[in-house]
């Protein structure tokens, strides 16, 4: 991926992330990108290639990302929270990924093989669970691979929901987390256990800017 591939991707994804793929045209692209129809060509072969590329770059930023915070050797269930509190992090800064999102969700418009990001979290979040035994959501017994499944859910849901812009994404996720958090055994105490994977999540970032130059959640060679 060289970087006039990722600047186009970077104009696509705020044309996505707003409209969604059957809302863009191609002239919209070549527009927002400044390019004639031979140079987006050139670069992608068609509008379907380009969201994939923006759907591949997004599934491929969470790998790292559960690396680092499994480092830090926390509570299974403090790692998931942090996890949740980052991804949203990067949902309301990084257009690639908020774009990335909606096009997953679009995948059957796109008409075309693409990632499959969420599948991705649901089977990092079973891994991390599971070692905990069954657990339990809302007084019934729950595998970790449902409770993953859950937890992911809410996830994509208070991003589609912050994607309005009415309130910050963060608070809608401190909200899910109220909810579903009550519902797991073993019963936490709320609050305290969502400001640990706050906590968590903020060392996990320092933990990565001591050690490497670039960012916790940092671009990756998708060609």
Request: aromatic share 6%.
């Amino acid at each position: 991926m060289d970087g006039e591939q990722l600047r186009v991707m970077r104009c696509a994804a705020m044309l996505f992330a707003e409209r969604g793929f059957l809302g863009t045209s191609v002239n919209d692209l070549t527009e927002s990108a400044g390019l004639t129809k031979n140079a987006f060509y050139s670069l992608f072969p068609t509008k379907e290639a380009l969201a994939a590329a923006i759907v591949e770059y997004t599934a491929n930023q969470w790998p790292p990302l559960v690396d680092q915070f499994e480092a830090l050797k926390a509570p299974a269930l403090d790692t998931v929270i942090a996890l949740s509190f980052e991804v949203a992090e990067k949902y309301a800064s990084d257009v690639l990924v908020r774009a990335g999102i909606r096009l997953s969700l679009e995948r059957d418009a796109i008409k075309t093989p693409v990632a499959r990001p969420f599948e991705g979290w649901v089977g990092d979040i079973e891994r991390l669970l599971s070692p905990a035994g069954e657990w339990e959501l809302m007084g019934l017994a729950c595998p970790a691979d449902v409770a993953a499944r859950v937890i992911v859910t809410c996830l994509v849901g208070a991003l589609q929901l912050a994607s309005t812009g009415e309130v910050d994404v963060s608070k809608r996720l401190v909200d899910v987390w109220t909810v579903v958090l009550p519902g797991l055994r073993p019963t936490p105490d709320i609050a305290a256990r969502i400001a640990t994977g706050q906590s968590l999540r903020e060392r996990a970032r320092a933990q990565a800017v001591a050690t490497a130059p670039t960012t916790l959640w940092r671009a990756v060679d998708i060609s």
